[in-house]
């Protein structure tokens, strides 16, 4: 497609749930990453993929979040147990490679209840 | 690790008048400087950018100015419109934690009225 794109556009889990969320990249993009936004703020950086390396998960919250990228395109971040304060909308973003400009998706908004 | 701060988180101006939103952050090694627009429901697109070797970046009715050495920088939109609503976010990207994360400011809501 022209551009990222993510799914599900909107997932409702209950507290406890696994829940996986999509990201197809622009074909071709070698660097893909993950932020998660809160209602009224900014995009916080969650991890980075440079292919299927994952280079920097310094902003993951817990070790209940976890990424993967297998084949250095599609990226799934997976949240296991989800709790209240996981609601937010994850965002995924792709770029060429270091130092360009980067991509958003429309993301998906996640609430747990 | 870097942090960025944005003003003023609200602004409302008339059509036709101009807007300036501005920016500080931390991390003088720092060096690209994006601008996101953000519709309600929709993910942020880019607008325009700068890098910490250029003082100064104009695209039609929008210009971004950068000052390395108070480590600031400003979005101006002129003649604005009832289109250019939207939340807009800085960003700052530097050579920490890997060199290509993105750390955003909290975000000016823009309304512009007719």
């Known amino acids: 497609g022209a551009g990222v794109s993510q799914s599900p556009r909107y997932k409702v889990a209950k507290r406890g749930q696994d829940v996986a969320l999509r990201c197809d990249p622009i074909s071709g993009h070698v660097s893909l990453f993950w932020y998660q936004q809160a209602l009224g703020q900014g995009p916080e950086f969650l991890t980075y993929?440079?292919?299927?390396?994952?280079?920097?998960k310094s902003g993951l919250p817990s070790d209940r979040f976890f990424a993967e990228r297998p084949e250095g395109s599609v990226s799934t971040l997976k949240i296991q147990r989800t709790q209240q304060e996981d609601s937010a909308v994850y965002l995924c973003?792709?770029?060429?490679?270091?130092?360009?400009?980067?991509?958003f998706g429309q993301g998906t908004r996640l609430t747990v209840v | 690790g870097e942090n960025v701060e944005q003003h003023p988180s609200t602004l409302s101006v008339q059509e036709g008048d101009s807007a300036v939103i501005k920016c500080t952050y931390s991390?003088?090694?720092?060096?690209?400087f994006p601008w996101y627009k953000q519709e309600l429901g929709k993910g942020p697109q880019l607008i325009i950018d700068i890098r910490s070797n250029v003082g100064e970046k104009k695209d039609q009715r929008i210009a971004v100015t950068l000052n390395k050495t108070a480590k600031h920088f400003s979005l101006h939109i002129t003649e604005t419109q009832p289109e250019d609503s939207a939340v807009y976010f800085c960003?700052?990207?530097?050579?920490?934690?890997?060199?290509?994360?993105?750390?955003f400011g909290t975000g000016t809501q823009l309304k512009v009225e007719l």
């Open positions: 960003a700052a990207r530097g050579l920490t934690g890997g060199g290509n994360k993105l750390t």
């Open positions: 993929f440079q292919n299927e390396a994952q280079l920097d």
């Open positions: 991390d003088s090694a720092s060096n690209y």
């Open positions: 973003a792709s770029s060429l490679g270091l130092n360009t400009e980067a991509f």
